[in-house]
């Protein structure tokens, strides 16, 4: 158990380091809007995301929806085919529509984000992106390799592909 807490505090350590750099790519992804009923608006979230996780060594691919923004699938570049993986997801919409920035923009208020999509799930997004970048960087390895898949999903879930991610 000492070992678990030790890593657990090291990781804790390295992302108080980082708030600085998880705060600006918070504020970048809710500057890019994405509602839900407007597939197009995917791009440039999508987009960014797909930068950012190439950047960590993944090997991103876009996956059209018929009637939404598609979704990304995003596997490891030195990934063992066939072997058993661990499945991060989550989705790049929001319920806010177009517009929504002009009357409430994205804002920093007290050492708090707030503005569409900062909490669900833009912000779980780049939790999750920093807290990868923390185990490698420390040098920790993962159970499993690990996969992730970033979709177009908060109300439209049934209309994506179900057999890209298995």
Known sequence: ???AVDRARAILAHLEDQVDAMVEMLVDLASHESPSDVPESQVGVQGRLTDVLEEMDFRVRHV??????????AVPRNRDRGMPVQ??????????????TDSMPVVIENGIVHGPGTFDMKGGIVQAIFALRAIRSL????????????????KLVALSPRGTCE
């Open 87 to 100: 499945l991060l997801v989550g989705h790049t919409d929001t319920v806010w529509p177009i517009g929504t």
């Open 64 to 73: 059209p929806g018929r009637e939404t923004g598609g979704h990304l699938l």
């Open 139 to 154: 040098g920790f390895d993962f159970l499993l390799p690990l996969s992730g898949s970033l979709t177009q999903m908060k």
């Open 1 to 3: 158990m000492t070992e």
